[in-house]
């Protein structure tokens, strides 16, 4: 095996990526599965999860897709045991499930905060602990949260983005002091600005984009597979020693 070769870097190893269907979830779910983990996607678009699941077979890869509003403990709980009967363990917990619309606050409704903090946050909470006590019994696991820029540094007109963002990264640093004596690992990726569905609305604004740029010293977007290398390098052996961190993967914007 060349020193680049990562094939093996996830052999043995059950993955459960949460928002898996596309997007930055679909970037790391593709990457975990072409390194040797087995993949379960767990998501609520059910034609997404089954294409990108299908996509990963078809290379010769491990994937199974499960439906799962997080927002709905019973579903999350369900899932988890699910994918523990399936495989006999969890290792790793990619938790990417997320949602945001820009709305200014005096128009921000209760249904919009709901909605926003329910998928970002509260899901996070339902997944990690569900599949935390099955990592306990084996005291190994490896935990990543899916932040943001905005975990930090404010965005108007994105008041329960940014709290359930900033929310995600103390839940990781959290289990990071709280699991850390049982072998497990919790830590934050944040993004910048990713091309997505999320964020396609803004792309096509050429005011938002030429402002943009100009803030991010790499001068360009990052792809999915930018914030793939980070985020599995979190859930790898090589981060054993890595705990409680928000990795932003930002071309620089928060230098
Ligand atoms: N795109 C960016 O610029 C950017 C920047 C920083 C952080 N992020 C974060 O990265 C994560 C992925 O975002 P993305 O840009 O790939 O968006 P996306 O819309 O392409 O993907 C989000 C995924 O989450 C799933 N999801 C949404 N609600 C769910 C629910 N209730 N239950 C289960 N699954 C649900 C969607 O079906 C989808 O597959 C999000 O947490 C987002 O906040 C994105």
Request: hydrophobic content about 45%; proline content about 4%.
């Amino acid at each position: 095996m060349s020193s680049d070769d990562t094939r093996h870097r996830f052999r043995d190893q059950v993955a459960v990526v949460v928002g898996g269907a596309q997007g930055i979830g679909k970037g790391i779910a593709v990457r975990l599965a072409r390194d040797g983990a087995e993949v379960v996607i767990a998501d609520i678009d059910r034609r997404m999860m089954a294409r990108t699941a299908r996509e990963i077979t078809g290379e010769g890869g491990s994937a199974r897709a499960v439906f799962c509003d997080v927002r709905r403990r019973q579903q999350v709980d369900r899932m988890a045991a699910r994918v523990v009967r399936w495989h006999g363990r969890i290792d790793i917990l990619m938790y990417i499930a997320g949602v945001g619309k820009g709305v200014p606050f005096t128009k921000t409704d209760e249904k919009l905060w709901d909605w926003t903090v329910d998928t970002n946050l509260k899901g996070a909470f339902f997944a990690a602990r569900a599949v935390v006590p099955h990592m306990i019994k084996r005291r190994r696991g490896k935990l990543v949260f899916m932040a943001s820029t905005n975990s930090w540094d404010a965005e108007a007109e994105l008041a329960p983005y940014n709290v359930s963002k900033a929310g995600l990264y103390l839940l990781a640093k959290t289990l990071a002091r709280e699991l850390g004596p049982y072998g497990i690992n919790s830590n934050a990726v944040g993004p910048g600005l990713i091309r997505t569905r999320l964020t396609a609305p803004m792309l096509k604004d050429p005011r938002f984009m030429k402002k943009y740029e100009n803030l991010i010293p790499l001068g360009r977007l990052g792809e999915p597979e930018d914030v793939a290398g980070p985020a599995t390098f979190l859930a790898s052996r090589d981060a054993d020693y890595v705990n409680g961190v928000l990795l932003f993967v930002d071309g620089g914007q928060l230098a």
